[in-house]
């Protein structure tokens, strides 16, 4: 099992994954949670406002690897990115494995 974030296109792309992701109105197998997060906002002005939200849609799973969904993988920085309770440790390590040389990932000596 893994933590994996996803991007898609837009909404409507996620749903039409989404609908690929149940059997009789449960999760196949493979997937054991989805936290639907949405458009993320990329950057606020000074009082907090979002000034540029991400026409993408951002989706977090806990699940196996699927083949079909690789290209909609994705790898932000752990820090400041949602977070399954007690699955800070296996996103970051994920993490790492793409971006080893990342201030997250280096381990001062």
């Known amino acids: 099992m893994k933590f994996l974030k996803f ?3 837009d909404q409507a792309e996620w749903l039409t994954v989404k609908d ?3 059997e009789d109105e ?3 197998p493979e997937v054991t949670a989805i936290h639907e ?3 993320i906002c990329l950057a606020t002005n000074e009082e907090g406002d979002c000034i540029d939200l ?3 849609y951002a989706v977090d799973m806990l699940c196996e690897e ?3 969904l690789a290209p909609f993988v994705v790898y932000p920085k752990p820090s400041g990115v949602h ?3 007690g699955w800070e440790a296996a996103y970051t390590a994920e993490y790492c494995k793409i971006y080893p040389d990342s201030p997250y990932c280096v381990i001062p000596e």
């Open 83 to 85: 977070i399954f309770a």
């Open 54 to 56: 991400s026409t993408k």
């Open 20 to 22: 690929s992701l149940y």
């Open 66 to 68: 699927i083949e079909w």
């Open 37 to 39: 997060i949405g458009n």
């Open 7 to 9: 991007e898609f296109t």
């Open 26 to 28: 449960a999760l196949i």
